[in-house]
């Protein structure tokens, strides 16, 4: 049964190898490109029955908004998401973003096959042995998980973290510094420092993510909270930032 598809992947040369073992097996593919090269408008132009779609980093913040606005102007095409072994967070955003199934990437072809026929068909094309490991996850979680909140913590130093903490308080770099105690100068490449490496764009952005992974509970529940004292000298003033 020939299935009308594009094929988009982080990696251009996984999407045109995948792309020319799907043709060789009699499926029409209208396209494979890579994200960056502005792949969600190309669907939605092509509108195909299917779209692979490929990521390395499915629990990464905003990895499925082009799957959400494919499936909100292309409504009938159905998105099939490729990737590692999720976690269930990973399974969970790709389902909510509107994809119709998870396959793993190291799948065989006849599984890839099987599951955009499912796709297309309306049935929620994921491999049982997937959901068993997520649910696995739920039911048996690790005592200090791997989370999104865990890896952006260890990101930031304690007075960055208290940095962000302001931020998402709404406070301006002036009012950062008095209350720090540290130069305007200072403050503001702290607050560059906390954007770039929680790789945003701006202090909203910054606060949204903190707040939607967790992070601002875990920096007041000890990194950035009881710990603030250890930058502060013994007369109770901000150190040099």
Partial sequence: MTVRLMVVDDHRLHAEA??????????RVLAAAAPAAGAAELVVSRAPEVCLWGTASPAEPGAFDPVARIRRERPRTAVVVLGPVPSPRGIAAAFAAGASGYIRHDERIEGVERGMVRARAG?????P???????AELLNPRAEPDDE?????????RREAEVLVRVAEGEDTRAIAVGMG???????THVQRVLMKLGVGSRLEAAALAARTGLLDRVAG???GADRGADRGADGRAGPG
């Fill in 18 to 27: 995948l792309a020319s073992a799907l043709k060789l097996r009699g499926h």
């Fill in 123 to 127: 049935e929620a094309a994921v491999a």
């Fill in 129 to 135: 042995q997937l959901l068993r490991v997520a649910f």
């Fill in 149 to 157: 909140g865990v890896r952006l913590l260890r990101m930031l130093t």
């Fill in 182 to 188: 540290i130069a305007p100068s200072t403050a503001r």
């Fill in 222 to 224: 000890g990194h950035g």
